[in-house]
């Protein structure tokens, strides 16, 4: 049940969780307008009451968390409007909003940026179709009283004892939009850097070029198409991050900054890159990936100094086949591309990673790279054999594979790398029946498990290596590393349980 109001009710203020949640109402209907002098609360985090609006709601200052709240009209607030705090409920505004500050953290909050007509904006997320219209960080507009220091969650004891009160949240300073605080950070820094990332940007803002002097710039998780001629007067600007923006093709006024040396155009809709390139003399650096490439971009083999490429998660699944000699490249990510192809010796290659590329053999090409310290062949299900030449790689140092149900051929040449101090295995099925011959292979003292691993008899076994560092699980929440000289202990302790 719920209460009813079929005439416009106003009160000094109103809350809402003890006057609409006693048994047997859980809620209440307001047929016309809502009005408190003071302060309107829904203070409950956890399924408050339901509250519904079909006028308008005005109050000096309005709160509302774990509820569902729909208010069909205005939202006029004169101080703070809190929007949601938490996810177990929702609000929805249908009409125009108004208020000194408006605040929604971690909550479904379904509203238009058109009928945004006053108001600072904290929490939300930038408006592609308002991008005029900005979004600050907690940092930027409160007092520190009212958040966690390091955090962007609200101390919410203490707001709804100021919004009791009908004091503002407001910092007493002149106010920096996110977008003009990094400018002037920038503009400050002996390191020439200027991080605009995830500002909503469409058009680069005319007081970046104030900054001449930048050597570094973050433009990424922005709306981006496009960059201006007046990019050339970045004459020092060595790098620039342009990750997950708009661009459908390479920036052509990029081909005319030589001092260029790192380039991130990662989750762009690139399919091509231009033959210019090669103008980028100094580029040590390109991000590329899941972009739109269709196969390994020939324009990378024209650049003298070029020391990392990242072409992973490509979209279209190309043939990504190099068969073309990159003498500087130190760094080179194929990751989940199912062509990928290495057809030639990378001979200063130190790092590869061609995880989940539908490998049916190990490539021979890699045993040429003999400089090559860490390698990457994990999730490639159907590779079954180490060649005996894996023993080439003398300076391997980390190695990551999958152990199926079928023990690798040459598997014992593991040994014969002796700065092998890291193994990295994917199980995609849990532990084969030969697991525990990696305790043979000599040199390693660390050792990361990716997939499950239940067998307590088998974690034991691997507490007793001596040469044992750092022990690790992985999963798609990250590592958890284990304390070795716990389990130790325990074994010590306990010799005889399973």
Known sequence: MVYVFENEVSTSSLEMDAT???E????????????????????ETDYGPLIIVQGDIEAKNLFVSGGDCYFRGNAN???????????????????????DLILSFDHSFTYSAAHIKRGIVVGLQPSFEHPEFQVYHFRDVLEKKYYLPGEEVLNTEQVLKAMRKGQTLLKNTTLLTPLERQILKARQSNAAKANLGGMG?????????????????DLSCNYLESL??????????????????????????????????????????????????????????????????????????HLDKLEEIDLSYQEEQPALTISQPLPTLKTLNLNANFGANIQVALLNLQDLSMRNCSLKEFPESILGSKKLKKLDLSLNRNMLDFPVAIE????????????????????????????????????PFGPPHWFLDILQIEHWTELYVEGKLDNPAIWREILKRKK?????????FGEEVLNIEQGRKELKAYPDAK
């Open 77 to 99: 607030v004169a101080q703070t409007l809190i929007a949601g705090v938490y996810n177990h409920g929702e609000l929805t505004i249908n009409g125009q909003i108004e208020a």
């Open 228 to 301: 201006p001629a007046e990019f050339l007067q970045f004459k020092q600007l060595s790098k620039i991050n342009l990750f997950d923006c708009e661009f459908e093709a390479f920036p052509e006024v990029l081909l005319q900054m030589p001092s260029l040396q790192e380039i991130n155009l990662g989750k762009n809709a690139l399919s091509r890159l231009p033959d210019g390139l090669a103008n980028l003399s100094n580029l040590k650096k390109i991000g590329l990936y899941r972009c739109n490439l269709s196969e390994f971009p020939e324009q990378l083999y």
């Open 20 to 22: 609409f949640m006693t």
């Open 201 to 217: 940007l469409k058009d680069i803002p005319q007081a970046l070029f104030e900054l001449a002097d930048l050597t570094a710039l």
């Open 468 to 476: 044992l560092t750092k022990l690790a699980k992985v999963s798609q």
């Open 392 to 427: 080439n790689l003398q300076q391997l140092r980390e190695f990551r594979f999958t152990m199926n149900d079928h023990k690798p051929a040459n598997f014992e040449q593991l040994n014969k790398l002796p700065k092998l101090h890291k193994l990295w295995v994917q199980l």
């Open 24 to 43: 047997p109402y859980y809620g209440a209907i307001f047929l016309k307008n809502l009005h408190a002098e003071e302060y309107i609360i829904q203070e």
